[in-house]
């Protein structure tokens, strides 16, 4: 599979210039496969290994299923990567593929599973959208606010 142009520069940015192009691709949440670059790939096990909320055994249970899957891949000279055969039938990527970019990831879902999902969210998009305006907002509006200088 080939990672679209718009997610290159993204890509290129976060991976080290010393290292050739490899990225890492694992079992996602909610039934996609997640990419990452080395560098979010360690971020995201620092983070997991700094969970508190789960018992040990738990812990060691989810560190063990994420990294049995886990496969580094390396990108070619026209970013296509080879998708894991077994990362594609967890993700059940079968005829519709469709590629989400994020802060730090890419996501590649099976149309048909995303839209399964996204039909379950219950959350209000323009809600949340909203509330991550306001303190911007608020600032603009406010002409007694003092700014740093």
């Known amino acids: 599979m080939q990672i679209p142009s718009q997610f290159r520069r993204l890509m290129t940015i976060r991976m080290s210039e010393d290292e050739p192009r490899m ?3 694992t079992e996602g949440p909610d039934g996609c496969v997640m990419v ?3 560098v979010d790939w360690g971020n995201y ?3 997991m290994l700094k969970l508190d909320d789960m ?3 738990e812990h060691l249970d989810l560190m063990r299923e994420v990294l049995s899957v886990a496969t ?3 990108v070619d000279s026209q970013w296509r990567v080879k998708l894991p055969t077994e990362l594609a039938a967890f993700a059940r990527l079968d005829k519709q593929v469709e590629i989400h970019g994020h802060m730090d990831r890419i996501e590649i879902w099976d149309t048909e599973v995303r839209k399964e999902y996204m039909s379950k969210k ?3 998009k323009n809600k949340i959208v909203k509330r991550l305006y306001r303190p911007k907002l608020r600032k603009q509006s406010d002409p007694n606010e003092q700014t740093d200088k």
């Open 23 to 25: 990225l890492v691709m």
């Open 36 to 38: 990452l670059t080395p």
């Open 45 to 47: 096990m620092e983070d």
């Open 55 to 57: 018992d040990d055994d």
């Open 72 to 74: 580094n891949v390396t």
């Open 122 to 124: 219950t959350f209000d």
